[in-house]
């Protein structure tokens, strides 16, 4: 009897314990991320689960909180296909950019404004991994792009456009050395095709 006790409240013991740590999702976003008014910008969000990738049972969800007075809103939801908002400041202008079987909870908020400036959560589960932490990327709609993504809007252009004139350099370098690889076969000097004939 005292075995069947211990066994009892050991069993008691093991069920009471928070077992959330060994079936957890977790969730990466992005963190803070700015963008221009008008433009389109990736919320990125992905997650790690202990349990299988089921479509029939994981579901996404995401909200917003505005940085300013203002309520909660579901921004976007996830279960089996996407379900995109029917009303709302967000209706029409946000887009799956996930693949599930890439553990990836991705979404694109087109066209954004100001009054999108505020926090974005992403919440997955993935039963029995049901508890975790919750996403959130904190957006800041801006007038113009910010100086370090001129300066690397401008290398990257800067480095197209030298590129560019490498390539032209080198192809005209080497149609040049073939045509004066022809004149030699030919017989013909350099200095004829070179220097311009004066009579």
């Known amino acids: ?30 963190g803070n991320v700015e963008a221009v008014n008008g433009t389109d910008v990736w919320l990125k ?66 066209n954004v404004k100001f009054s999108y400036n505020g926090t974005f959560s992403c919440q997955v589960k993935n039963p029995p991994d049901v508890h975790g932490n919750v996403g959130e990327v904190r957006l800041r709609v801006v007038t113009s792009a910010s100086f370090s993504e001129i300066v690397i809007l401008a290398v990257a252009i800067g480095g197209a456009v030298l590129l560019t004139i490498i390539i032209l350099i080198a192809v005209v370098s080497i149609r040049r050395c073939r045509k004066l690889e022809r004149m030699e076969r030919d017989g013909i000097p350099r200095r004829h095709k070179e220097e311009p004939m004066l009579w």
């Open 1 to 30: 009897m005292g075995v069947n006790q211990a066994l009892l409240q050991l069993l008691l013991l093991l069920l009471s314990l928070d077992i959330s740590g060994v079936f957890a999702i977790h969730v990466y976003t992005s």
């Open 45 to 110: 969000c992905s997650f790690s689960s202990s349990a299988p990738i089921r479509r029939s049972v994981l579901t996404i969800s995401w909200s917003f909180r505005p940085l300013g007075p203002g309520q909660e809103e579901t921004v976007f939801y996830y279960h089996e296909k996407p379900f995109p908002p029917s009303e709302g400041r967000f209706q029409k202008k946000v887009m799956w950019a996930g693949d599930v079987s890439s553990r990836d909870a991705s979404i694109v908020v087109r």
